[in-house]
């Protein structure tokens, strides 16, 4: 069973700094890896996709990297701001319909 | 098409009522699945369907709890005799083949009172 852990649960920054997500899966057998964004109490957004085959991904001031040998992916966050302030969210797709998640890094930028 | 849609956002039932989401995918999308959280965790999968077809369930999706999708578009969930363990955010995704990335809705929040 796939199982997927992010570090730290929760994260406190000041505005500007650049930080550093982590996310490990114990089953390297991964189809693809999605990075979320959930806000409270409200649904998931999609920040980045990266297919099996693939190294890293960007978007903005976000970039996600994938190294599947060791079964870690990174999501980095450039100058950050308190609009960044979310929970950001792991999951890992195997070769099943399920996307397996993890709990998830609590962030936040204070002005 | 806006994305995922769900309805209701918020429901508060009593301890044994029956209650039912919906969620409308994005219109293209022919999967549609349907996710539990709990605070302070990850969504866990309950079920899957490919178009009308209802092709995977989790074991977390007792005998109170059923999904429809009849004509392979929205999607209904229901789940009767509620508990309180059943408080819980209720999440829809859907994806578009050869497409892998999902796209949630905002979620339905469930309390049971």
């Known amino acids: 069973k796939q199982e997927v852990t992010q570090i730290p649960a929760a994260l406190s920054v000041p505005e500007g700094e650049n930080l550093v997500l982590n996310c490990s899966f114990t089953?390297?057998?991964?189809?693809?890896l999605q990075w979320f964004r959930q806000d409270p109490g409200k649904g998931l957004t999609s920040l980045l996709l990266i297919q099996s085959s693939q190294r890293e991904q960007t978007s903005g001031r976000l970039n996600a990297s994938l190294d599947k040998s060791s079964g870690r992916s990174t999501l980095y966050i450039a100058a950050s701001q308190p609009g960044d302030s979310a929970t950001y969210l792991c999951?890992?797709?195997?070769?099943?319909?399920?996307?397996?998640f993890g709990k998830g890094t609590s962030l936040l930028v204070t002005p | 098409d806006t994305g995922v849609s769900q309805d209701p956002r918020h429901k508060i039932t009593k301890r044994g009522q029956n209650v039912t989401f919906r969620c409308d995918p994005i219109s293209e999308h022919n999967r549609l699945y349907w996710y539990r959280q709990t605070l302070g965790q990850g969504p866990e999968f309950l079920t899957y369907?490919?178009?009308?077809?209802?092709?995977?369930k989790s074991r977390l999706l007792s005998d109170r709890f059923s999904a429809e999708r009849p004509k392979g578009s929205f999607s209904t969930l229901e789940i009767q005799r509620t508990e309180q363990g059943d408080s819980a955010m209720y999440l829809c995704?859907?994806?578009?083949?050869?497409?892998?990335?999902?796209?949630f809705g905002q979620g339905t929040r469930l309390t049971v009172v």
């Open positions: 089953d390297s057998a991964i189809y693809n």
């Open positions: 999951a890992v797709k195997n070769s099943g319909y399920a996307l397996n």
């Open positions: 995704a859907s994806t578009q083949p050869p497409k892998t990335e999902a796209f």
């Open positions: 369907f490919q178009n009308e077809a209802q092709l995977e």
